[in-house]
Structure formats: structure tokens, C-alpha cells
């Protein structure tokens, strides 16, 4: 596609439930990212694909958040067992570069996630 | 990398350039300043970004100063459609991926 494209565009989900937040970055992308941005701050690095293989991961704050880019395409943040301090806006940005300057990461308009 | 300090407001009239100021007076020789943008409801959005040379593309300008220590955005124009916070982010890309560290950003409003 032309942009990167996150579903769903917002999700309630009530404490304790499981969610997963899907990422389609743009087709041939090697590097993807996902950023977690808490309201009227500014996002917050989560971790890190380069292809399918995940490089860094010091940003997830707890064991309950995962992520997969099983293929080097789509990626998953899934989170379980949701807490009230999980609700903010879920950010994907993908580059077509692995290392070295890029001319900036094409960012999807997020998913808004509220726990209830 | 290095941290930066950016206003937390600004306002500019509608058709007059808008210059937003970035402090990063600890940035070392291999960090880049880069500029996102991040209208409500919206991702970020990549404006520009420089080494060390002024440079100028269809969205903005950058000025950096000779010392590195500081830049500033330039929108030449701006308009209600440039209404949005403005991060001003260095990043160092010495082998690494070039994760971006944000920090509050500009909000910068654009009046009629």
C-alpha cells in the first residue's frame, strides 16, 4: 500500500482481556517499529524489527506486551491481561532502510487502545 | 543520543514563516537533527533533517547552527494545515537502527 496501515483504528477492551494490534508497513520495508504513545506525550519506543528478526526490545514495559514479524511483512503487538496504564495510542513506523540515515520513517496513524 | 529542548507553545499568523527553535547542546559529531511533525489524530510525520549544512526541501528549512548546539525550523509560510507539534529529535546512527527518541515537542498554532 501506499502508507502504513494499523487496524483496528481503536479498541476498548476491558481489564484483563488480550489484544492484539496488527501493522502492514510499506511493502518492502526492512526496518518497523513500534512506539506507544500515553496522551499529550510523545511516543515512546516498544522495540524493533529489522526483516523478521527482532533486534530490540528494551522498550516494552512488561512481559505482557509481545511482538511478532513471523514473515519480515506484517507485524502484531499483542498484549495481555490489559491493565488501565495499557490505554494509549499504539504507533507503527516502518523504513526502508536497515541501518544508517534514512530520509525519515513513514509513521501509521496508530491504534487507540482504551482499557475500561 | 542526545537530548533536546523545544519550547512547549508557539503561535504564528496564518501566511507568516513560523521558526521553531530546538536546543541539543550535547549533540556529538555523528548525530543528525531530524524534525517530525504530528498532527492531532495523526502519526508522526518526517519534515527534514541535517548533519551539520543548512538545508531546504518543499516543506521547510533547517538552520543549524555552525557550533551544532542549536537549530530552528523554518515553515515559510505557514498555514492552518501546519497546526501540530513539532519534534525536533537527534539521532545517532552509528551502527545502530536509529531508534527516535521523542520528547514533547512544539505545539505550534497557526492563527487566521
Known amino acids: 500500500g501506499a502508507g502504513v496501515s494499523q487496524s483496528p483504528r481503536y479498541k476498548v477492551a476491558k481489564r484483563g482481556q488480550d489484544v492484539a494490534l496488527r501493522c502492514d508497513p510499506i511493502?518492502?520495508?526492512?526496518?518497523l517499529f513500534w512506539y506507544q504513545q500515553a496522551l499529550g506525550q510523545g511516543p515512546e519506543f516498544l522495540t524493533y524489527?529489522?526483516?523478521?528478526?527482532?533486534?530490540?526490545k528494551s522498550g516494552l514495559p512488561s512481559d505482557r506486551f509481545f511482538a511478532e514479524r513471523p514473515e519480515g511483512s506484517v507485524s502484531t503487538l499483542k498484549i495481555q491481561r490489559t491493565q488501565q496504564e495499557d490505554s494509549a495510542v499504539y504507533l507503527c513506523?516502518?523504513?526502508?532502510?536497515?541501518?544508517?540515515?534514512?530520509?525519515?520513517?513513514?509513521f501509521g496513524s496508530g491504534t487507540r487502545l482504551t482499557v475500561v | 543520543d542526545a537530548k533536546t529542548t523545544q519550547p512547549p507553545s508557539m503561535d504564528c499568523a496564518e501566511g507568516r514563516a513560523a521558526n521553531l527553535p530546538c536546543n541539543h547542546s550535547?549533540?556529538?559529531?555523528?548525530?543528525?537533527v531530524y524534525w517530525y511533525r504530528q498532527i492531532h489524530s495523526q502519526g508522526p510525520q518526517y519534515i527534514i533533517h541535517?548533519?551539520?549544512n543548512n538545508e531546504t526541501n518543499e516543506m521547510a528549512s533547517l538552520i543549524i547552527t555552525e557550533d551544532r548546539k542549536s537549530s530552528t525550523l523554518i515553515l515559510p509560510h505557514a498555514t492552518l494545515r501546519d497546526t501540530a507539534v513539532y519534534y525536533c529529535?537527534?539521532?545517532?546512527?552509528?551502527?545502530?537502527?536509529?531508534?527516535?527518541?521523542f520528547g514533547k515537542g512544539t505545539k505550534l498554532s497557526v492563527k487566521p
Open positions: 511493502s518492502g520495508h526492512v526496518s
Open positions: 550535547t549533540i556529538s559529531g555523528n548525530e543528525y
Open positions: 513506523a516502518s523504513s526502508l532502510v536497515a541501518t544508517g540515515i534514512n530520509y525519515g520513517y513513514t
Open positions: 541535517g548533519l551539520k
Open positions: 524489527f529489522q526483516n523478521e528478526a527482532q533486534l530490540d
Open positions: 529529535i537527534v539521532v545517532n546512527y552509528g551502527g545502530s537502527q536509529g531508534n527516535l527518541i
